[in-house]
């Protein structure tokens, strides 16, 4: 009889080299600033921030300063609204061409013989994906930049900005959840003969429902964050206003509109947190 041959013990840096590989890039990834944490705790440094942050007291409480900081925190609202509404429809549009054939095909084996049919559905799925990612790589304040461009200053450019960014995200986003549904509803359409759009609409979409409506609160309550930093590049808003303040070193207006922004900001995940609740959702 053979004895039996036991592996030799791994060595340590074999057991941990992920470990290992991942806290040296860590390292480097601190070491290419030109900064260090202890910056931060130096008398001097520490003077300069105590010196700046007290130009913010007290806040600006003058009457027409918070009219305008309330319309443009009512701006910020209405640009993240607008701006999400046309992401959804944007992703809506591309959920059936974004799915895989693995799901549309499922139960349907009669169809897999259509050669041309699955061709026209594989270029769909591929052309649908790269446009939702060209869309979703180029970062919203780019977007604001070109359509600030293209359209002026304002929130108009804002909420193209939010809506074009984050009609990619959606679209990766309720394309994969789409894929984690379950077959077997699918199949069973399938097999009384209705058409892959029928059981995708039927079966597919309920199951993902749910899902589709938490990511779309999810990317409200970033998008109102987002539409604040926007109107640093001019497209309206808080953001706008805040540029305005920093730009004339009104160190009081800052303080009034960065509460104003903790406060909006609070109220949308707020309102996300009770609707999502009220149906019944989650991440």
């Known amino acids: 009889m053979n004895p039996q041959i036991i592996p030799p013990r791994p060595s340590l840096i074999q057991k941990n080299f992920w470990l290992i590989l991942t806290s040296i890039f860590i390292f480097w990834s601190f070491s290419i600033g030109d900064g260090s944490f202890l910056d931060l705790f130096y008398v001097k440094n520490i003077d300069h921030i105590k010196t700046y942050i007290s130009k913010f007291w007290p806040i600006d409480l003058q009457r027409s300063?918070?009219?305008l900081t309330f319309f443009a925190a009512i701006e910020t609202l209405a640009i993240s609204i607008a701006g999400t509404v046309i992401s959804i429809f944007i992703a809506i549009l591309t959920l059936y061409p974004s799915t895989s054939t693995k799901v549309l095909n499922t139960g349907g084996e009669w169809e897999k013989s259509y050669y041309k049919d699955n061709l026209l559905q594989s270029f769909s799925l591929f052309i649908t994906k790269a446009i939702l990612n060209f869309f979703r790589t180029i970062p919203e304040i780019i977007w604001a930049v070109i359509?600030?461009?293209?359209?002026?200053?304002?929130?108009?450019?804002?909420?193209l900005a939010i809506g074009i960014?984050?009609?990619?995200?959606?679209?990766k986003l309720f394309s994969e959840t789409i894929e984690n549904v379950k077959l077997q509803p699918i199949e069973s359409i399938r097999a009384s003969g209705s058409k892959k759009s029928i059981a995708f609409l039927y079966a597919a979409i309920p199951q993902a429902f749910p899902q589709l409506i938490a990511y779309c609160?999810?990317?409200?309550?970033?998008?109102?964050?987002t539409a604040t930093i926007l109107g640093l590049v001019g497209a309206g808003g808080l953001g706008q206003q805040v540029h305005i303040a920093i730009s004339l070193f009104l160190e009081s207006k800052v303080a009034t509109l960065?509460?104003?922004?903790?406060?909006?900001v609070n109220c949308v995940d707020f309102l996300s947190s009770w609707i999502r609740k009220k149906l019944d959702v989650n991440l």
């Open 65 to 67: 300063f918070l009219s």
């Open 147 to 159: 359509f600030v461009f293209a359209t002026g200053l304002g929130p108009f450019a804002g909420v």
């Open 165 to 171: 960014h984050n009609a990619g995200v959606l679209g």
């Open 217 to 225: 609160l999810y990317r409200w309550e970033v998008n109102i964050r």
């Open 258 to 264: 960065t509460i104003a922004i903790f406060l909006l």
